[in-house]
């Protein structure tokens, strides 16, 4: 086998369901920013380097509620007019900063640039990708330039739902809307907020199967994890506490803890090569393994990018995210230095930050071929270094990520001893050797469930389990509902995924936009359950249910017998 081993981008894509749900601060305008500054420059700069003749491959995970709200034509109109309040909002700063001086010259100068990029973003969003960004990166995907993979329908968080049944439903699902929407079966899958739970036996003597069990049974054959998830020891990146982006840059109210030590994993286990899943613990007379196999996150790759101490993102010349205008909400500064305070940073250079953006690119490239060569080295063992972040950190939070994103894949194309490859092609090519028990875990604080179960979110989860509970009893109950019941029982079951979406308990932690949070937690509650009492009264109520379809309108195949 030649080459040093082979790597692959592994982006995950989720936001909060917003639909309808207003603008700022929180609402549709968290789609626009995505859309704007994420999803739509890297659709950009994936479609040039295709049409450069540059081949690459890419591993992007786009959740079903995700990728509902982007192929939503209301969404899509309120993006367009979002796109344009920007183009104005940078007209009026040009304006503004009419005055002589050299920091208003300077001023003007971004203001003109910003309008210019909002302005190619609204052509490529209305002619290049004809208002169609499902159907971009479908065509990328079919091209066989992208593996585009799924996740739980409203990114539930699996380990703590009471039911199987739930489990099921959120990744059928899943499965069902990634179909409808990219043409294809998904072959691997991103777990939400990367929870993992093995097999084990409930207080009454029940069993509940491993994740990877469940995921076999609808043709799942590969997720990812954290990198303590695999190889035991310190939680670090994200579960450590050093992190930029949206776990790292919100002020808590309180401080999340952490662990000294991750009890998770196998000493000899390694991120560079993939295990079959399987846990022997409670089913020693269970297969070999699930079939199922787990990729770990690559320590040293992920702290480049993901560290608030050293990644990249960091670099004074590189634009300050928390810094904006008064004026029109622009970020006209650079980073600057370290605790630098908002009120004294520099103005951004867009030049000095794309020197930068090329040197950290091309210093990643090689890290990659260190990374595999040192592996190669020494277990002689063709290896794959996974690199794991989440999708808006790139354009959102870094904003210069995407060109970075676009660089290293143009330095990687040029080293030919790395292959560049997707998580399920590598998986096919060079099948696991070894059964890995993995532990409960996940990539939040610590490596543990805390920041979705603790002292602000305790209260959510009885009626989450309330709500599991009864929807399968319905499921149940109805075998051959007729058309009203039907309509109603789908529209109760839409509700309970919504109400699941492990989205409300992290913004409720983290102080983040609670109190939306906790009302839409509520709405989907109440509404669940006027539509269950409706049905279990015998009277289903199809004028409600079709009211919340319109408030809604995802998942439009959803049926609700996947509860069962």
């Known amino acids: 086998m030649t ?14 369901y917003a639909r309808l749900a207003g603008r700022w601060p929180h609402g549709e305008e968290w789609i626009h920013e995505a859309a704007n500054e994420t999803y739509i420059p890297l659709l950009d700069m994936l479609y040039d380097l295709k049409e450069e003749g540059i081949p690459y491959s890419l591993t992007i995970g786009i959740t079903p509620v ?81 593996e585009i993979i799924t996740s739980a329908a409203t990114h539930g968080y699996l380990p703590l739902f009471s039911r199987d049944s739930t489990i099921r439903a959120q990744i059928k699902t899943g499965i069902e809307t990634h179909r ?133 993102p960091g670099d004074f010349d590189y634009r300050e995210f928390h810094k904006k205008a008064g004026t029109s909400g622009m970020q006209y500064w650079r980073i600057t230095g370290a605790k630098v305070e908002l009120g004294d940073k520099d103005l951004y250079h867009p030049d000095w930050a794309a020197y930068k953006v090329e040197q950290h690119a091309e210093h990643f490239a090689h890290l990659v071929g260190d990374q595999l060569r040192q592996y190669r080295n020494q277990t002689g063992k063709f290896g794959i270094v996974a690199a794991n972040y989440d999708t808006e950190l790139f354009g959102h939070w870094w904003f210069e990520g995407v060109s970075w994103l676009g660089k290293v894949l143009r330095h990687l194309n040029n080293h030919p001893e790395v292959e560049v490859t997707t998580a399920s092609r590598f998986i096919a090519e060079h099948p696991p050797e070894t059964v890995l028990d993995l532990p409960e875990s996940s990539w939040g604080a610590g490596g543990t469930h805390f920041v979705w179960d603790n002292n602000e979110t305790h209260w959510m989860w009885s009626p989450i389990h309330e709500v599991e509970e009864r929807i399968e009893r319905l499921a149940n109950h109805f075998n051959a509902p007729n058309e009203n019941e039907q309509t109603v029982l789908n529209q109760a079951a839409r509700e309970a995924l919504l109400l699941q979406s492990s989205d409300w308990l992290f913004l409720v932690t983290t102080g983040q936009a609670r109190e939306y949070a906790i009302r839409r937690f509520s709405q989907h509650i109440e509404r669940f359950e006027k539509l269950a009492s409706s049905l279990e009264a015998g009277s289903p109520n199809i004028d409600l249910a079709l009211e919340y379809w319109e408030l809604d309108k995802l998942f439009a195949d959803l049926d609700y017998r996947w509860f069962r």
């Not at 979002?82 to 909002?89: E, F, K, M, T």
């Open 66 to 146: 995700l990728a509902e709200q982007l192929a939503d034509p209301d969404v899509l109109e309120h993006f367009d007019q979002y796109l344009a309040q920007r183009i104005d909002a940078a007209a009026r700063d040009i304006a503004y900063f009419q005055s002589p001086g050299a920091e208003n010259s300077h001023l003007r100068y971004l203001a003109e640039w910003y309008r210019d990029r909002h302005e190619k973003t609204r052509q490529s969003f209305n002619v290049r990708f004809k208002r169609d960004l499902i159907g971009a990166f479908r065509h990328l995907q079919d091209e066989g330039c992208l």
């Open 3 to 16: 080459g040093l081993g082979a790597f692959t981008f592994v982006l995950h894509s989720h936001l909060p």
């Open 180 to 312: 409808r929407l990219f043409g294809r079966t998904p072959r691997a899958i991103w777990l939400p907020e990367c929870a993992y739970r093995p097999a084990y036996i409930t207080d009454t003597g029940r069993r509940r199967a491993g994740l990877e069990t469940i995921l076999a049974d609808y043709g799942l054959r590969a997720f990812f994890s954290e990198t303590h998830t695999v190889t035991g020891g310190n939680a670090v990146g994200v579960a450590g506490g050093d992190v930029i982006g949206p776990y790292g840059a919100i002020k808590r109210r309180y401080v999340i803890p952490t662990t000294d030590q991750f009890s998770g994993g196998r000493k000899d286990a390694t991120t560079f090569q993939p295990y079959y899943v399987s846990d022997t613990t409670h089913y020693p007379d269970a297969e070999s393994h699930s079939g199922v196999a787990v990729i770990g996150r690559n320590q040293k790759v992920g702290e480049q990018v993901w560290s608030a101490q050293w990644g990249y």
